[in-house]
C-alpha cells in the first residue's frame, strides 16, 4: 500500500483524474479494450469531472460500478445514474456503460447475465475505490449478510449483499475481483477516515473489508 497526500481535494481530484487517464491510454496501447470500476457517492464525483474531459478512445473503455444498489437507474439512490451523469459525459460519452443491475425483484434471478456480461473484462485494467470509516468499501460491508461469500477465493464474479442498516439489497464486485485489478486506487478524505485506513491493516478483512484489497493499493488522501 502506497499513500500519496494531497494539499487539498480539488488537486486530488485533478491528479488522480490524470492519473486514471494515464493507466486507461497505456492499457490501450497493448489491449482492445480497458474496463474501468468506480465507485458511486459523492467523494469520486470531482474526479469523474476531470477525468471525463480526458483525449481517451473512450469507445474503447468499458465503464462499470464497483457496486450497486438493487434499484433502477433512474432511482435517485442508484450509483449508475451518478456515473452516467458525471462520467459518461463530455469525451467519454461513448464509453460502454456495463450495469450491474438487472430489471428483477431479486438480483440472484438475473447475476448469471451480468456476470456473462462482465467476465470478457476482468481482470479489471483500472480501479477506483471508496472507503467508508467502518472501512467498508464497495457494498463489502462488515457483518453483512452474504460477507464471507464475497470475501472468499471462490466467491463469484458479483456477490449479493444485505448489509443490516442499509435499505436496499446490495450487489457489489466480490473481493477476489476488486483486487485482482491491474491498477488499484483508493480515495479518502479527512483525518477519520485515515485513521480507520491505519486500523484496517492489523483486522481481519471479516471486520474490515476493505483490507482484503489493499495489496499494491495506491491511497490518495487529502484533509
Same mark, same amino acid.
Given at each position: 500500500?502506497?499513500?500519496?497526500?494531497?494539499?487539498?481535494?480539488?488537486?486530488?481530484?485533478?491528479?488522480?483524474?490524470?492519473?486514471?487517464?494515464?493507466?486507461?491510454?497505456?492499457?490501450?496501447?497493448?489491449?482492445?479494450?480497458?474496463?474501468? $470500476?468506480?465507485?458511486?457517492?459523492?467523494?469520486?464525483?470531482?474526479?469523474?469531472?476531470?477525468?471525463?474531459?480526458?483525449?481517451?478512445?473512450?469507445?474503447?473503455?468499458?465503464?462499470?460500478?464497483?457496486?450497486?444498489?438493487?434499484?433502477?437507474?433512474?432511482?435517485?439512490?442508484?450509483?449508475?445514474?451518478?456515473?452516467?451523469?458525471?462520467?459518461?459525459?463530455?469525451?467519454?460519452?461513448?464509453?460502454?456503460?456495463?450495469?450491474?443491475?438487472?430489471?428483477?425483484?431479486?438480483?440472484?434471478?438475473?447475476?448469471?447475465?451480468?456476470? $456473462?456480461?462482465?467476465?470478457?473484462?476482468?481482470?479489471?485494467?483500472?480501479?477506483?475505490?471508496?472507503?467508508?470509516?467502518?472501512?467498508?468499501?464497495?457494498?463489502?460491508?462488515?457483518?453483512?449478510?452474504?460477507?464471507?461469500?464475497?470475501?472468499?477465493?471462490?466467491?463469484?464474479?458479483?456477490?449479493?449483499?444485505?448489509?443490516?442498516?442499509?435499505?436496499?439489497?446490495?450487489?457489489?464486485?466480490?473481493?477476489?475481483?476488486?483486487?485482482?485489478?491491474?491498477?488499484?486506487?483508493?480515495?479518502?478524505?479527512?483525518?477519520?477516515?485515515?485513521?480507520?485506513?491505519?486500523?484496517?491493516?492489523?483486522?481481519?478483512?471479516?471486520?474490515?473489508?476493505?483490507?482484503?484489497?489493499?495489496?499494491?493499493?495506491?491511497?490518495?488522501?487529502?484533509?
Amino acid at each position: 500500500m502506497n499513500i500519496q497526500e494531497y494539499a487539498d481535494r480539488d488537486i486530488l481530484a485533478i491528479d488522480l483524474a490524470g492519473m486514471l487517464a494515464d493507466e486507461l491510454s497505456g492499457h490501450l496501447q497493448h489491449h482492445q479494450t480497458a474496463s474501468l $470500476a468506480v465507485p458511486g457517492g459523492t467523494t469520486p464525483g470531482p474526479v469523474f469531472d476531470a477525468l471525463c474531459a480526458a483525449d481517451l478512445e473512450w469507445d474503447r473503455v468499458r465503464v462499470l460500478p464497483t457496486d450497486e444498489r438493487w434499484v433502477p437507474q433512474d432511482h435517485p439512490r442508484s450509483n449508475a445514474a451518478l456515473i452516467c451523469d458525471r462520467l459518461i459525459t463530455n469525451r467519454a460519452a461513448s464509453a460502454r456503460f456495463l450495469p450491474l443491475y438487472a430489471p428483477a425483484d431479486e438480483p440472484d434471478r438475473v447475476l448469471a447475465d451480468v456476470e $456473462a456480461m462482465l467476465a470478457p473484462e476482468l481482470p479489471l485494467s483500472v480501479l477506483l475505490l471508496g472507503m467508508g470509516a467502518d472501512m467498508h468499501t464497495a457494498s463489502l460491508f462488515p457483518g453483512a449478510q452474504g460477507l464471507e461469500r464475497a470475501l472468499s477465493a471462490r466467491a463469484p464474479v458479483v456477490s449479493v449483499l444485505r448489509p443490516a442498516d442499509q435499505p436496499e439489497i446490495r450487489v457489489s464486485l466480490s473481493a477476489r475481483v476488486l483486487d485482482e485489478a491491474l491498477s488499484k486506487h483508493l480515495i479518502i478524505y479527512g483525518a477519520e477516515k485515515r485513521t480507520a485506513l491505519e486500523r484496517a491493516t492489523m483486522l481481519p478483512p471479516e471486520q474490515a473489508p476493505i483490507q482484503a484489497v489493499l495489496s499494491e493499493m495506491t491511497v490518495h488522501w487529502a484533509e
